[in-house]
């Protein structure tokens, strides 16, 4: 590591929005040859901080210093100048242009005004060489994974001011082969004398990768910290301002297969988008959970579930009846309710407000000429709200200007109002804070406990175990293994993961 | 504060720039609000700009729906045009009973809808293209049916939807006041507006929640073609005759742009009958102040756009925050 100067100093940030303070007095120092991780719930001010470094939002208070001089960025170009270069979650370069296009965009190499395309491809491929990056920089960026897309970025931010690299979530999209080449080329900048602010969700790759953290709650900071002497149960009762209850596992016998009265039964079922001859059973109260790689049929069976594909084999019963589902609404008649993997294009439905948001699954239930009373629905949006502690300050709101964690809530409430006899939920904690994720996974078990069965698709196996009273272990778009009862852990899941063939 | 609210109230910008564009008409012609009641009906350029806007105003309500969903209805102006063929060649006919004739209208208008939806929703053509398919055609069907001629006609009781009049008021005007009535009661008391908005902010999120988005798509689409018909027939009837190259010639773009000015997006998603009814006043009122300015023909159309401009830039949000940001700054410095 190189010297323990600050490249960055904050002193006393604050920005407020319509009177609502979003961050409050912010000190911050960011040294070169650091990575250094900004936590906090969903809502505790990271990203008006870091907007307002890279000169997207002008701060109310505080100054911002660079290497000693203080600056004041007007937009994130001006900031770029200055040498602070931001990567965001979703990739913001230009799908339809070429890898090489892409990296020097708005700089490109020209000679009496002509762009040199030779030159610039040469440039671009030798700046991906340097990312243990090999590809044809001439091909389109849309044809390459999100992965490949993220290190384009992040090798742009770089090249264009190597003094402040800062990245928001850039794991968010990516698989863990994908994540561990990201983190080596992090780890190489850090060395060159790069400072690097990283914001994650992810505490693993914190402890990982990082060498020091702050963390802020409510627009404030609570502190910087030495990732190495913090530990993790420190780290999580700084973020949530209380210690997290340890959450006891009171897991229910799981039930046999054979059981004709199943609340929910497949057999051999196959469906149009690949899952193939799957076979389980649910009671009334289990919660299932569906483990899996990126793209072992998790999601697949969720969606044949809830009739979004058709089903081309087999046969599903729904307590001894035949069932086959034709459309979301024919499933969602049948007593079933869907809370999508990809909140943002399948959930919310944005401009329209949380209210509207919330009653819009039972209204659809109950058909048009049916309405909810104005009072009924503000009644059902005043108990959901209570019920699942949503942040919302006015339920009049357009539904966008929430939080991740408070918007998948708005989607939980939504199906919970049409009384799901089923509810299926898809990476219900999948972008959201450590708060809301425990109550998300609080209200998994109260719902089993009051009968209702649950099926839950997660990436994440530590929360899968934490709930679920049968696992099942999808890859390759087939049931490999069941595991139920006493015999769930972590390890027992990873291992069937991994099992080869 | 309370200032403030009443600014941020969505119908404020609108009506602002009704009533500026009233107050001009006021200073240019003093005897614009001047009411004179003859006849068993009021006269006066005020009941002169109602009247005149209830076509437009009609097809901006069937717009209105249909651009909630994301979509639009190029086909309006040539629907009007079929309809009033369809209308003018009955009553030349022995089928010239009122109710057969107006029926058949408003059954032209809905099979207009109705190829319309299923182009958009079942096939899925890009709806300004689908739409565009029957503006072009739709003339050559009412030219068709009129053999190339202005159809005319005699029939006072048929002729009385454009020029007659109900409790004083000019009969297209209550036309147009009951059927955006009719409708805004069907959106705003049952749950039918909720959905058509939701069909047009997130078709995916719609179809997930068990919202059936190409039935939904299919009847605004139906909706719009009635309304077109409703035109259709006050055109026809107004000047008792059927015009298939004029009739309603560019009066889906005035549609279009009254839903526009009433602050929808073409994008979809919300929409607001109401204000969509403010847009139609603001472009009639406008066209009557520059005619009775005095002012020379050919400025009309300048002055004209350059009015909707400022509208639509003072609704813009962009712009909006610029200027928030302005006095903004200036409040730092003082």
């Known amino acids: ?501 | 504060m309370q200032m403030t609210n009443l600014m941020q109230h969505r119908l404020f910008l609108p009506l602002l720039a009704l009533a500026l564009i009233l107050l001009a008409n006021l200073v240019v012609s003093p005897e614009f609000f001047h009411l004179q009641f003859k006849d068993g009906r009021f006269y006066g350029s005020l009941i002169d700009v109602l009247n005149r806007s209830a076509p437009c105003a009609l097809l901006a309500i069937g717009m209105s729906l249909v651009i909630a969903t994301g979509g639009i209805d190029l086909s309006v102006g040539a629907v009007v045009a079929i309809t009033g063929a369809v209308c003018a060649n009955l009553l030349n006919s022995s089928f010239d009973a009122m109710f057969l004739v107006i029926a058949a209208g408003l059954l032209v208008g809905l099979a207009a809808g109705m190829v319309n939806g299923s182009l958009v929703s079942i096939f899925g053509i890009q709806p300004i293209v689908a739409t565009l398919v029957l503006m072009v055609a739709g003339r050559g069907i009412a030219q068709l049916i009129n053999s190339g001629q202005i159809v005319t006609f005699q029939n006072q009781s048929f002729a009385a939807i454009g020029v007659g009049s109900i409790f004083g008021l000019p009969s297209p005007v209550v036309l147009a006041l009951l059927v955006f009535l009719l409708v805004q009661l069907a959106m705003r008391f049952t749950a039918l507006g909720l959905f058509i908005e939701a069909c047009g902010s997130n078709p995916r999120a719609s179809h997930y929640l068990g919202l059936n988005v190409r039935v939904i798509k299919f009847f605004v689409y139906c909706v719009s073609g009635i309304c077109a018909a409703f035109a259709g027939m006050v055109i026809t009837a107004d000047i008792q005759g059927a015009d298939a190259n004029n009739a309603g010639l560019w009066l889906e773009l005035d549609a279009i742009l009254a839903v526009v000015l009433g602050g929808a997006s073409l994008a979809g998603g919300r929409f607001s009958l109401p204000l969509t009814m403010i847009g139609v006043l603001i472009i009639q009122a406008m066209s009557t102040t520059i005619i009775m300015s005095g002012m020379e023909p050919k400025y009309n159309l300048l002055i004209k756009s350059v009015v909707i401009l400022i509208v639509l830039l003072l609704q813009s949000p962009a712009l909006r925050q610029q200027l928030r940001g302005l006095a903004f700054a200036r409040g730092n410095k003082a």
């Open chain 1, 1 to 501: 590591m190189s010297a323990q100067h600050a490249v960055l100093q904050l002193t006393g940030i604050c920005k407020r929005f319509k009177g609502v303070v979003a961050v409050n007095g912010v000190d911050l120092e960011l040294r070169a040859g650091e990575i250094h991780a900004l936590l906090g719930e969903n809502g505790a001010g990271k990203s008006t901080l870091i907007k307002v470094i890279t000169g997207v939002y002008a701060p109310d208070g505080g100054r911002i210093e660079l290497a000693g001089t203080a600056i004041q960025p007007q937009n994130p170009m001006d900031a770029q100048k200055h040498g602070i270069s931001t990567v965001y979650q979703e990739v913001n370069l230009l799908p339809n242009l070429s890898v090489a296009h892409n990296l020097y965009l708005g700089r490109e190499p020209r000679r009496f005004g002509c762009i040199q395309w030779r030159k610039l491809q040469r440039d671009a491929t030798a700046l991906l060489r340097r990312f243990n990056l090999d590809i044809d920089v001439n091909e389109l960026l849309s044809s390459y994974s999100i992965a490949v897309q993220q290190l384009v970025a992040i090798a742009r931010a770089v090249d264009c001011s190597a003094k402040v690299v800062i990245l928001d979530e850039p794991t968010a999209s990516l698989d863990a082969r994908e994540v561990e080449l990201l983190f080596q080329i992090l780890r190489t900048l850090r060395d060159q004398g790069t400072a690097i602010m990283l914001v994650t969700h992810f505490l693993d790759q914190v402890y990982d990768l990082t060498d020091r953290l702050t963390v802020m709650r409510n627009g404030e900071k609570v502190g910087t910290f030495v990732t190495a002497e913090l530990p993790r149960e420190a780290l999580i009762s700084h973020m949530l301002g209380k210690e997290l209850q340890a959450m006891e596992a009171t897991r229910q016998p799981a039930h046999s297969d054979s059981d004709e009265t199943a609340a929910l039964q497949l057999r051999e079922l196959s469906s149009s988008n690949g899952i193939r001859n799957i076979n389980f059973s649910a009671q009334r109260g289990d919660a299932i959970g569906l483990a899996g790689l990126l793209g072992s049929g998790r999601s697949e069976v969720c969606a044949a579930l809830f009739g979004l594909d058709s089903i081309s084999q087999g046969e599903i019963r729904l307590g001894g009846q035949p069932y086959q589902p034709k459309s979301p609404a024919h499933a969602i008649a049948q007593g079933f309710a869907l809370c999508p993997e990809d909140r943002k294009t399948d959930g919310i439905v944005h401009p329209l407000s949380v209210r509207e948001n919330m009653i819009i699954a039972r209204q659809a239930q109950r058909g048009w000429w049916r309405p909810l009373r104005r009072s009924e629905q503000d009644k059902l949006v005043a108990e959901a709200t209570a019920r699942l502690k949503i942040v919302c300050s006015d339920p009049e709101k357009p539904i966008g200007e929430l939080s991740g964690g408070n918007q998948q809530k708005v989607i939980l409430a939504r199906w919970l109002m049409t009384n799901p006899q089923i509810l299926i939920l898809d990476e219900p904690t999948r972008g959201i804070d450590i708060g809301a994720h425990a109550e998300i996974l609080q209200l998994i078990r109260k719902l089993c406990a009051e009968g209702m069965t649950l099926i839950v698709a997660s990436s994440e196996i530590e929360e899968l175990v934490a709930f679920s009273n049968k696992i099942l272990v999808m890859r390759d778009k087939r049931l490999s293994t069941t595991i139920a009862g006493e015999d769930i852990s972590e390890n027992a899941v990873l291992a069937a993961i991994a099992e080869p063939d």
